[in-house]
């Protein structure tokens, strides 16, 4: 089966605390805003291909079974930029033998499991 065209892909994370979160993911990660719809602000993950929504709603206390991901070559420098900036992490970089990646995670203000990881597989993405 031939893939239908996709031009850009956007992730929706809820938040109860848009102000509490926004800080988060402009100042720590330095996403930029693509848009903002007042109950939902639209940032830029990659270029103009990959976007990820925080929108004003009921969450659960701690949301659970998501995992927002971004894959990069410097993962120590994003961990050494995360906690300068004193976010506590996770746990520091590491490998993960089971799924061939060197990562590290840390919660955002409302417990969503961000993912900062490279690939150790160099088949990864050879499309």
Sequence with gaps: MTMLPI????????????AKTVPFYEDVLGLSLALDQGGCRIYRVLGS??????????????PDGVIF???????????????SKGI???HAPRINSEYGIYHFF???PNGYLIEVQRFLDDNWDRG
């Excluded at 031009?7 to 848009?18: A, E, N, R, V």
């Excluded at 894959?71 to 420098?77: F, P, Y």
């Design 69 to 83: 991901t971004f894959v990069t070559h410097d993962v120590d420098a994003w961990y050494a930029h995360i906690t």
């Design 7 to 18: 031009s850009q892909q956007i992730t929706f994370l809820y938040t109860q605390d848009m």
């Design 49 to 62: 291909s990959a976007y990820l929504g925080i929108c004003q709603r009921p969450t659960p206390k701690t």
């Design 106 to 108: 840390v919660r955002d």
């Design 88 to 90: 506590v992490c996770e």
